[in-house]
């Protein structure tokens, strides 16, 4: 079987990430499997692809927006807590301390 390449066979993951965005750190996603995490999390993969080609055809070359989506600020990770496995999709945010080297 082979992936999608339309833009609506991923409304499900858009909408993830919308929520993610609107939330102070993330979310996460409850499955029945580890497998299922996987296939999800490549699909949240495809999607944020998809928007990226999809900018390099709205926005200009010189545009911040060109070749990027807004979904690039979001990590999504597979996770198992007490037994149920969970694709979480959370902000990027910078450590709480840096040391130089």
């Known amino acids: 079987m082979t992936i999608s390449t339309s833009p609506l066979a991923y409304d499900d993951c858009y909408e993830v990430f919308e929520r ?3 939330s102070d750190k993330g979310i996460r996603i409850p499955f029945t499997t580890s497998d299922e995490t996987m296939n999800y999390v490549m699909r949240l993969h495809n999607a944020r692809q998809l928007k990226r080609d999809l900018n390099t ?3 200009p070359k010189d545009h911040p927006m060109y070749g990027k989506s807004d979904y690039d600020i979001l990590k999504c990770s597979r ?3 007490d037994g149920t496995y969970f694709v979480y999709v959370e902000k990027m945010t910078m450590p ?3 040391e130089e080297l």
């Open 20 to 22: 993610a965005i609107a």
């Open 96 to 98: 709480a301390k840096i």
């Open 79 to 81: 996770r198992k807590v």
């Open 57 to 59: 055809e709205v926005y």
